[in-house]
Nanobody, 123 residues
Framework: QVHLVESGGGLVQAGASLRLSCAAS????????MGWFRQAPGKEREFVAA????????YYADSVKGRFTISRDNAKNTVYLQMNSLKPEDTAVYYC????????????????WGRGTQVTVSS
């Protein structure tokens, strides 16, 4: 079992930055690829970014490429999402997930999820 807790969300104005954190506990964190997804009201959960267990590979949705950066610190069992140049359309609940295998872009492939942190970007 892996327990994930997201933090760092909040209310910001367009153009601002936020850094989300996802702290993991339980089974060996470094065994898992980690992903960030988001879900806006009335919409399905969508892929935002992911990082391999070794940190050697990162993946981004086109909508956030160049603005968001995913990273992880295996010594601290934490994955981060640095979000710059935020836009109102980035408003959503952001979830982190842990993946032991499968397609990193697909929600159903993830083994564990946190409860999410709200990000609201005002115009």
């Amino acid at each position: 079992q892996v327990h994930l807790v997201e933090s760092g969300g909040g209310l910001v104005q367009a153009g601002a930055s936020l850094r989300l954190s996802c702290a993991a506990s339980g089974r060996t964190f470094s065994n898992y690829a980690m992903g960030w997804f988001r879900q806006a009201p009335g919409k399905e959960r969508e892929f935002v970014a992911a990082i391999s267990w070794s940190e050697s590979n990162t993946y981004y949705a086109d909508s956030v490429k160049g603005r968001f950066t995913i990273s992880r610190d295996n010594a601290k069992n934490t994955v981060y999402l640095q979000m710059n140049s935020l836009k109102p359309e980035d408003t959503a609940v952001y979830y982190c997930g842990a993946l032991s295998g499968g397609n990193i872009y697909y929600t159903d492939a993830y083994d564990y999820w946190g409860r999410g942190t709200q990000v609201t970007v005002s115009s």
